[in-house]
């Protein structure tokens, strides 16, 4: 056989071979796809109804740490009072919700990548729905975050704000909201998920205000973060 023959039966067989499931180097190769679920109950907030409408009506213009320190009578935690502009306490829950990403599991398809310390990760969308709502209030526009597995807390400085979920009205059940990324949220996802090695959380903040003459929240809201995207090397 001469040796332009072999040449030519060797890139037969790297090509063939490579049909067969080899990974390029520089190709996407496996979907991505993350659905992790999210709950806000105010049920969790133990308000005391009478406590609250009491704390509501308190006038705060010149004792502005009535509203805290009455807050400790409507709910145990998780709730501040605080001095609204119209001159009376409000009170603030914190909406503060976490789930675990572990990619390496999650997508057994990674496990093809395991000799490398990363992957490349192409995000085509990021989107919320709701299966379920029965609040009687507003849900206002939700940040969504990453942070290693050790942080649960959005305001943690380690959680990364990578984008907003757009506000969800009183028993609306939106579907595929796109989260409305920040200037580096995209990247910051991206090269969180590239070390997928290491597990880390999807975090989801918000605060419910009410204020006086505005209904205590009340009810359950189930909500899915969805990623899709693309992984290879």
Same mark, same amino acid.
């Given at each position: 056989?001469? &040796?332009?023959?072999?040449?030519?039966? &060797?890139?037969?067989?790297?090509?063939?071979?490579?049909?067969?499931?080899? #990974?390029?180097?520089? $190709?996407?190769?496996?979907?991505?796809?993350?659905?992790?679920?999210?709950?806000?109950?105010? *049920?969790?907030?133990?308000?005391?109804?009478?406590?609250?409408?009491?704390? &509501?009506?308190?006038?705060?213009?010149?004792? %502005?740490?009535?509203?805290?320190?009455?807050?400790?009578?409507?709910?145990?935690?998780?709730?501040?009072?605080?001095?609204?502009?119209?001159?009376?306490?409000?009170?603030?829950?914190?909406?503060?919700?976490? +789930?675990?990403?572990?990619?390496?599991?999650? +997508?057994? +398809?990674?496990?093809?990548?395991?000799?490398?310390?990363?992957? @490349?990760?192409?995000?085509?969308?990021?989107?919320?729905?709701?299966?379920?709502?029965?609040?009687?209030?507003?849900?206002?526009?939700?940040?969504?975050?990453?942070?290693?597995?050790?942080?649960?807390?959005?305001?943690?400085?380690?959680? @990364?704000?990578?984008?907003?979920?757009?506000?969800?009205?009183?028993?609306?059940?939106?579907?595929?909201?796109?989260? +409305?990324?920040?200037?580096?949220?995209?990247?910051? &996802?991206?090269?969180?998920?590239?070390?997928?090695?290491?597990?880390?959380?999807?975090? $989801? *903040?918000?605060?419910?205000?009410?204020?006086? *003459?505005?209904?205590? %929240?009340?009810?359950?809201?189930?909500?899915?973060?969805?990623? #899709?995207?693309?992984? *290879?090397?």
């Amino acid at each position: 056989m001469t &040796l332009i023959s072999s040449r030519v039966g &060797l890139l037969a067989m790297v090509a063939a071979v490579s049909g067969c499931g080899l #990974i390029s180097s520089d $190709v996407t190769d496996f979907d991505i796809a993350l659905n992790k679920d999210f709950a806000i109950d105010t *049920g969790t907030y133990q308000v005391d109804q009478a406590s609250a409408t009491a704390l &509501l009506s308190t006038s705060c213009t010149s004792m %502005p740490t009535a509203c805290m320190t009455g807050a400790s009578n409507v709910c145990p935690m998780d709730c501040t009072g605080t001095c609204a502009a119209s001159g009376t306490c409000e009170l603030d829950l914190d909406v503060s919700l976490y +789930q675990m990403v572990d990619l390496l599991n999650d +997508q057994s +398809q990674l496990k093809a990548f395991n000799d490398r310390p990363i992957i @490349k990760v192409t995000i085509d969308t990021v989107t919320f729905s709701v299966a379920m709502n029965t609040l009687n209030v507003a849900t206002p526009a939700m940040d969504v975050y990453v942070a290693p597995m050790s942080i649960m807390d959005p305001k943690d400085s380690m959680a @990364k704000k990578i984008g907003t979920i757009p506000a969800v009205a009183a028993g609306a059940t939106p579907t595929d909201s796109e989260v +409305q990324f920040t200037a580096t949220g995209k990247q910051d &996802l991206i090269a969180t998920m590239g070390m997928f090695k290491t597990p880390f959380n999807v975090l $989801v *903040g918000t605060t419910l205000v009410v204020t006086n *003459g505005t209904p205590v %929240p009340m009810g359950k809201l189930d909500g899915t973060v969805r990623i #899709i995207g693309h992984a *290879g090397l």
